[in-house]
């Protein structure tokens, strides 16, 4: 840890030392499962998530997550071969409240075999003005290690930190805003090591060749996200979201979505619809127009100028209400079903699965479902 | 030219008040405008703004594989999980 982020840490542990009353999260337990289907690529697994107070300043939280992926998706088939993975991920944390300020800590360990990630994360809450504003100041550094399946002499580092700052502000009686900013800076090996970019080759019979791509070593980026969530003059809600982002790599982006919450009985429903534009990097691109043409080169379609549109359906039912009797161990207790149509249509990746001459190929799209079923305990 | 110098008017009259009215602020506590017995509908459960934590996380990561955007949502997982 270097002094600036020791100096950082300690800054956000000296915030926290005035105090008064917040509160901690409630003890709760998750247990999720994800399927991911869409564009040749199938991901599902569990996610475990479970916190638990002890005494009246502490809480702690555990999560356990895993991604199994198959993946036969269009940059895969067009320069790979389909394979088959698993990344398991989990976290241990602890916030620790004091009068009403909320400290917190967390430790996130992933690891797949040509990918290992370690990140610590702090973070520090002061409730202000009768509760009705609270400001976060949080911060995370990130260590990962980048390897390859067919290579076991590569490895290479990257550094990730982030800064953020946040402020959650009661408004009226019927609305809550939330304000964030976000700066990530990322410095190492930023480059998927098996991707490809491709140029123009005349002496190639489908008229290009591939070579592999070269990523700038240093990235950061700023995003400011604002939120509100207004209660209807009938018992249902009405969000709105908007995110900006740019970075170095030129990228800037504009997230937006729109939700609705209507309960019903023991039931809640919520639809949501959300749309995210975005430029990209300035060294990305479908074609390059010969062998090494830049400095740096990508073919990511995730760095292409793109949109994405979102519609989510997501219904959940209470079997235990929470009127006073308990279930075994349980006070609470509630399931979730929720799917996501996500749409993507880049505006310069073609799909070369079909054949046409080169630079003409149509532009590729990608559709994928997104499934979350999970069943929640309060205890 | 006579509605705009009037409206230029009220906007300093505007800004002198909330100068005022922030100078006040600051020589004394700032009195919650929402009591805490007005917060029951913000209290509701549909009112939470992160009221399932395990599913945001993960539609949080999903967003960071498929797009070039990150950050300023809250904290998402590590690791890549691309392609």
């Known amino acids: 840890m270097t002094l600036r982020q020791l100096s950082f840490t300690a800054l956000l542990l000296?915030?926290?030392?005035?105090?008064?009353?917040?509160?901690?999260?409630?003890?709760?337990?998750?247990?999720?499962?994800?399927?991911?289907?869409?564009?040749?690529?199938?991901?599902?697994?569990?996610?475990?998530?479970?916190?638990?107070?002890a005494g009246k300043s502490l809480s702690f939280v555990g999560?356990?997550?895993?991604?199994?992926?198959?993946?036969?998706?269009?940059?895969?088939v067009t320069t790979?071969?389909?394979?088959?993975?698993?990344?398991?991920?989990w976290s241990l944390g602890m916030d620790y409240l004091r009068g009403n300020t909320t400290m917190r800590i967390n430790y996130t360990s992933s690891s797949e075999s040509d990918y290992d990630a370690e990140t610590i994360s702090f973070s520090v809450s002061q409730d202000m003005f009768g509760d009705l504003t609270t400001l976060t100041l949080g911060?995370?550094?990130?260590?990962?290690?980048?390897?390859?399946?067919?290579?076991?002499?590569?490895?290479?580092?990257?550094?990730?930190?982030?800064?953020?700052?946040?402020?959650?502000?009661?408004?009226?009686?019927?609305?809550?805003?939330?304000?964030?900013?976000?700066?990530?800076?990322?410095?190492g090996y930023l480059n998927n090591p098996y991707r490809s970019v491709r140029y123009a080759d005349g002496t190639s019979s489908v008229g290009y060749s591939y070579e592999p791509e070269l990523y700038p070593n240093t990235r950061t980026s700023n995003a400011l996200g604002v939120r509100a969530r207004y209660f209807l003059p009938y018992r249902a809600?009405?969000?709105?979201?908007?995110?900006?982002?740019?970075?170095?790599?030129?990228?800037?982006?504009?997230?937006?979505?729109?939700?609705?919450?209507?309960?019903?009985?023991?039931?809640?429903?919520?639809?949501?619809?959300?749309?995210?534009?975005?430029?990209?990097?300035?060294?990305?691109?479908?074609?390059?127009p010969f062998s090494e043409a830049t400095n740096f080169r990508g073919r990511d379609k995730e760095l292409s100028p793109l949109q994405s549109y979102t519609f989510k359906l997501k219904g959940s039912y209470e079997f235990l209400n929470d009127?006073?009797?308990?279930?075994?161990?349980?006070?609470?207790?509630?399931?979730t079903l929720s799917v996501d149509f996500l749409q993507v249509d880049y505006d310069d990746f073609s799909d070369l699965r079909v054949v046409a001459p080169v630079g003409e190929e149509?532009?590729?799209?990608?559709?994928?479902?997104?499934?979350?079923?999970?069943?929640?305990?309060?205890? | 030219m006579i509605n705009l110098l009037t409206e230029y008017g009220?906007?300093?009259?505007?800004?002198?008040?909330?100068?005022?009215?922030?100078?006040?602020?600051?020589?004394?506590?700032?009195?919650?405008?929402?009591?805490?017995?007005?917060?029951?509908?913000?209290?509701?459960?549909?009112?939470?703004?992160?009221?399932?934590?395990?599913?945001?996380?993960?539609?949080?990561?999903?967003?960071?594989?498929?797009?070039?955007?990150?950050?300023?949502?809250?904290?998402?997982?590590?690791?890549?999980?691309?392609?």
């Open chain 1, 14 to 53: 000296a915030l926290a030392g005035n105090a008064f009353a917040g509160v901690l999260p409630d003890d709760r337990a998750d247990v999720l499962y994800h399927l991911y289907d869409g564009g040749g690529v199938e991901i599902d697994g569990p996610s475990i998530l479970v916190r638990k107070k």
């Open chain 1, 63 to 76: 999560n356990y997550y895993v991604d199994m992926i198959s993946s036969a998706s269009i940059d895969v």
């Open chain 1, 80 to 89: 790979a071969s389909p394979y088959t993975e698993e990344r398991t991920q």
């Open chain 1, 139 to 187: 911060y995370s550094l990130g260590d990962d290690l980048v390897s390859r399946s067919d290579d076991p002499l590569f490895e290479r580092d990257l550094d990730k930190q982030s800064y953020s700052i946040g402020l959650t502000q009661i408004l009226t009686k019927n609305l809550i805003s939330t304000l964030n900013f976000e700066t990530i800076t990322d410095e």
């Open chain 1, 237 to 288: 809600a009405i969000e709105g979201e908007y995110r900006y982002f740019d970075d170095t790599w030129d990228i800037k982006g504009h997230t937006v979505a729109l939700s609705y919450i209507h309960p019903w009985r023991d039931y809640t429903f919520t639809g949501k619809f959300r749309y995210h534009d975005q430029t990209g990097a300035h060294f990305y691109s479908d074609l390059f």
């Open chain 1, 323 to 335: 009127d006073g009797n308990k279930w075994w161990l349980f006070k609470k207790g509630k399931v």
């Open chain 1, 362 to 379: 149509p532009l590729y799209s990608l559709d994928a479902n997104i499934y979350q079923l999970f069943f929640s305990f309060w205890y």
């Open chain 2, 10 to 83: 009220s906007t300093k009259r505007i800004l002198l008040a909330l100068l005022i009215a922030m100078g006040l602020s600051a020589c004394g506590p700032i009195e919650p405008w929402v009591k805490p017995y007005e917060r029951d509908k913000l209290a509701d459960p549909i009112m939470a703004l992160d009221g399932d934590a395990v599913s945001t996380a993960y539609i949080q990561h999903v967003y960071e594989a498929r797009e070039g955007a990150r950050g300023g949502e809250g904290a998402a997982g590590g690791g890549c999980g691309c392609n």
